[in-house]
Nanobody, 121 residues
């Protein structure tokens, strides 16, 4: 069973940067779709980005050009570099894994503990 442990997050002023990391344990973790979701207070959990099993990466429109997801296969770790952060990026960010995940949270059965990102104006 794959387990996910997140690190990073915190508080930053608008325009700043943060980097999140997610370490996956389990010998098959490298074959999973890895994704980041976020959930703001009172809102549903929403897709941010995913690294697909085929190697490509997709981003939600509002983060394109600002966020970059990378995958370190040797370490079974994914990173989310967040630049030009905006107050509306404030949320709890979750790492997720699935054998063949998609764009929706209910397609993922493995989740990290979540990490808070707060962007002040």
């Amino acid at each position: 069973q794959v387990q996910l442990v997140e690190s990073g997050g915190g508080w930053v002023q608008a325009g700043g940067s943060l980097r999140l990391s997610c370490a996956a344990s389990g010998r098959t973790a490298g074959q999973y779709t890895m994704a980041w979701f976020r959930q703001a207070p009172g809102k549903e959990r929403e897709f941010v980005t995913a690294s697909w099993a085929g190697g490509s990466t997709s981003y939600e429109d509002s983060v394109k050009g600002r966020f970059t997801m990378s995958r370190d296969g040797a370490k079974n770790t994914v990173h989310l570099q967040m630049n030009s952060l905006k107050p509306e990026d404030t949320a709890v960010y979750y790492c997720a894994a699935a054998w063949r995940g998609g764009w929706h949270a209910n397609e993922y059965g493995i989740w990290g503990q979540g990490t808070q990102v707060t962007v002040s104006s």
